[in-house]
C-alpha cells in the first residue's frame, strides 16, 4: 500500500510564493516518477510538473520560470516550489507516484490566488 501525503497549500497573494510538498510511504520501487497536477474548478485535471528518479524533470509550458520541482530521494518526498503566483494558479493541486506500472494519487491541497 502506497500513501501520499501533501502540505503546504494556502491562501496567497498575487505575486506571492507557496512551497507544496508531498511524502511518499509504502511500497515504493527505488525507479519512480513523483510530480504535481493540478484541477481547477471546471476543468479538467492537468499536469504542472513531474522528477523521475534518475533527475528528468518536465514542465508544463505555463509553469517554467515560476514553478520549481524538486525531490528528496531518501524521503521519497517531492516539493514544489510556486513562485509569482496569478490567481489563474488557483486550482487543487494533487501529488502523484508512479512505480512498479502503478499510478498513485494525494488527497489533494488547496491553492488559492487573491488578485
Known amino acids: 500500500q502506497v500513501q501520499l501525503v501533501e502540505s503546504g497549500g494556502g491562501l496567497v497573494q498575487t505575486g506571492g510564493s507557496l512551497r507544496l510538498s508531498c511524502a511518499a510511504s509504502g511500497n515504493i520501487f527505488s525507479i519512480n516518477v513523483m510530480g504535481w497536477y493540478r484541477q481547477a474548478p471546471g476543468k479538467q485535471r492537468e499536469l504542472v510538473a513531474l522528477s523521475g528518479s534518475g533527475g528528468s524533470t518536465n514542465y508544463a509550458d505555463s509553469m517554467k520560470g515560476r514553478f520549481t520541482i524538486s525531490r528528496d530521494s531518501a524521503k521519497n518526498t517531492v516539493y514544489l516550489q510556486m513562485n509569482s503566483l496569478k490567481p489563474e494558479d488557483t486550482a487543487v493541486y494533487y501529488c502523484?507516484?508512479?512505480?512498479?506500472?502503478?499510478?498513485?494519487w494525494g488527497q489533494g491541497t488547496q491553492v488559492t490566488v487573491s488578485s
Open positions: 502523484k507516484l508512479v512505480t512498479l506500472g502503478r499510478n498513485y
